[in-house]
């Protein structure tokens, strides 16, 4: 398929058609509406499953239930609605069931407005359900980036049995950008789901459970410890990010999503005035990708965490920081998305040169 | 142009960012932006940018209230109807439940021939990527609002990937469908980036990203 011109919200809902996604369970929220508008009327075309349930909760319930069953199944909301789902993504962590949800990020706390934000980082890296648990999230900056990662967190999510979440602010969800659907992306080895609940174990008196009850305290601490091999896995094998002119970069500028494109332009911008800046970007939220701050230079003495949110992905920094450069924060937060120009204030602030 | 301006289309066919185009080139006297549908990208976003054209703005009755989507429309939307010295541009919102919304005002049309009910078409949306499928879309919008479409509007741009080809494939789409249909190919907007070596059907127009910024 060549490249078509979309709307990041229908993109979502066309890659996860393609990632094999079997039933969507959601219910509307803006700015996430065009998922389920576009699956509500391509799902059956498909031969596969559209709900709009009564709520989040009854939602998320179902996707409980059809990914006890095996199904490959996807949710969507936006930030107060996931924060409604919480409890039902606690369970499948418990229960060790895969599920891709989106989350297309809107102002908060409670219902804020429907403008973009990030401000879902901690609800999205730190969970908002009880239990030593972690969801898989992704952050991605462009649409493409967007629709490649839905489809391949079917897989993922399959090979870990455990909910993935990708986290996009609302801009990206409403933006227009051109896609393509049918590139390579990457497949996983996956093993059959012999675990799954549908009555087909094959041997008469076996029968498979999906639960998040233990009852004897021995047995929910090893199964904890075994989640917690499951997440070290993930902190191993997972962390994507990019880094943008990072290698003789003075100063580098933290940031994902939106907020990553613009500082794009703002990189340009700063290096023909001749300050050294650079972008790390993290594509995986949780895990956080560690392993690109070993990498960078010895010469990039400051850290400039941007964010649509007031310092949540900083905490992140500070901690994998250890203390080693000199750090800064810029962010705004009720929906507004940071323009160019105050970034490159910002930096040039820091290396202690004038706004322009 | 006529007095009265409407605009419609598939959402993301670029109806916003043509309607603000429209209303600073022409420096009409209302911009009416009747999007019930998108939360984003509308054309009252660039408020300010319109009034220092001398644009009035006209949108929700709750104005500058960018984090609701309550469906409310203000009345001063009417006025041009009913003023006939005044040049609107309006804007609806996406497919025919955004053009619903002009059945309102069918009444108050007095003066029908100073009044173009325009599609704005991006080939590059599945959705309009064919001339059959632009006939239904057209069919159907003109049976939601009550309007017969008089004019398309070739806007065939991809952001960064658009070059003079790729407004000459939407051309040749839009001609099947004037020709099967009767309605004109009006105007042609084509980004102010991208290099020409002619014009195009209808009146060529060139596109400034008002909305889209540019590191969307």
């Known amino acids: ?28 929220i803006t700015p996430q509406n065009e998922v389920p508008e576009y699956l509500s009327y391509h799902m059956k075309e498909y031969g596969r499953v559209f709900v709009q349930a009564e709520s989040e909760v009854a939602a998320i319930n179902m996707v409980y239930g059809a990914a006890g069953a095996g199904a490959r199944v996807l949710t969507s909301s936006s930030s107060p609605g996931i924060a409604l789902k919480q409890e039902g993504i606690s369970y499948m962590a418990g229960s060790q069931l895969p599920a891709v949800i989106i989350n297309v990020m809107r102002g908060g706390p409670g219902l804020g407005s429907i403008q973009p934000s990030q401000g879902d980082y901690n609800q999205v890296t730190r969970g908002g359900g009880n239990g030593d648990y972690h969801v898989l999230s992704f952050g991605p900056e462009t649409l493409q980036e967007t629709v490649d990662l839905v489809r391949q967190a079917f897989d993922i999510a399959d ?5 993935v979440m990708i986290a996009v602010d609302g801009l990206i969800g409403q933006m227009m950008e051109p896609v393509d659907l049918d590139n390579e992306i990457p497949k996983m080895d996956l093993p059959p789901k012999d675990w799954a609940a549908n009555g087909k174990s094959g041997e008469r008196g076996k029968r498979n459970t999906i639960v998040s009850l233990h009852l004897d305290t021995q047995g929910l601490e090893g199964h904890n410890l075994a989640l917690k091999k499951k997440y070290d896995e993930m902190v191993e094998k997972e962390q994507r990010y990019e880094m943008i002119q990072t290698d003789d970069a003075d100063i580098v500028i933290v940031a994902y999503g939106t907020v990553a494109r613009v500082v794009r332009s703002v990189i340009e911008t ?3 005035e001749g300050i050294k800046v650079g972008l790390l970007r993290p594509i995986t939220l949780w895990p956080f990708p560690e392993k690109a701050f070993e990498k960078l230079p010895e010469s990039a003495k400051m850290l400039l965490t941007v964010e649509m949110s007031l310092g949540q992905m900083h905490q992140d920094v500070r901690m994998v920081n250890e203390g080693k450069r000199k750090l800064a924060f810029y962010g705004r937060a009720g929906g507004i998305v940071p323009e160019a120009d105050e970034i490159a204030d910002e930096v040039r602030k820091l290396v202690g040169g004038s706004p322009a | 142009m006529k007095r009265i301006t409407i605009l419609t289309g598939h959402y993301g066919s670029g109806k916003s960012e043509i309607a603000v185009n429209l209303a600073v080139q022409e420096k009409s006297d209302m911009l009416v932006d009747l999007d019930i549908i998108n939360p984003y990208f509308r054309s009252r976003s660039v408020r300010a940018l319109l009034e220092s054209h001398g644009v009035e703005v006209a949108e929700s009755t709750l104005e500058n209230a960018a984090g609701s989507d309550l469906p409310f429309i203000s009345p001063k939307g009417s006025r041009p109807f009913v003023n006939r010295s005044m040049r609107a541009v309006y804007d609806l919102g996406g497919t025919k439940h955004g053009a619903k919304i002009m059945m309102q005002y069918r009444d108050m049309i007095k003066d029908p021939e100073n009044l173009d009910f325009l599609v704005v078409i991006n080939i590059n949306r599945m959705e309009t990527d064919s001339a059959e499928k632009i006939v239904r879309v057209i069919d159907e919008l003109q049976n939601t609002s009550q309007l017969r479409v008089t004019g398309l509007i070739n806007n065939a741009n991809m952001l960064e990937y658009t070059d003079e080809q790729t407004i000459r494939d939407g051309e040749a789409v839009l001609k099947e469908v004037e020709a099967q249909t009767g309605v004109p190919i009006v105007m042609t907007f084509v980004e102010t980036t991208v290099k020409t070596t002619g014009d195009f059907a209808g009146e060529t127009r060139p596109l400034t990203r008002y909305l889209a910024k540019h590191w969307l």
């Open chain 1, 270 to 272: 700063l290096r023909e």
């Open chain 1, 159 to 163: 090979y870990y049995r455990n909910p």
């Open chain 1, 1 to 28: 398929m060549a490249k078509v011109l979309m709307k990041g919200n229908e993109a979502m809902a066309l890659a996860a058609i393609k990632g094999g996604c079997d039933a969507f369970f959601g219910y509307p």
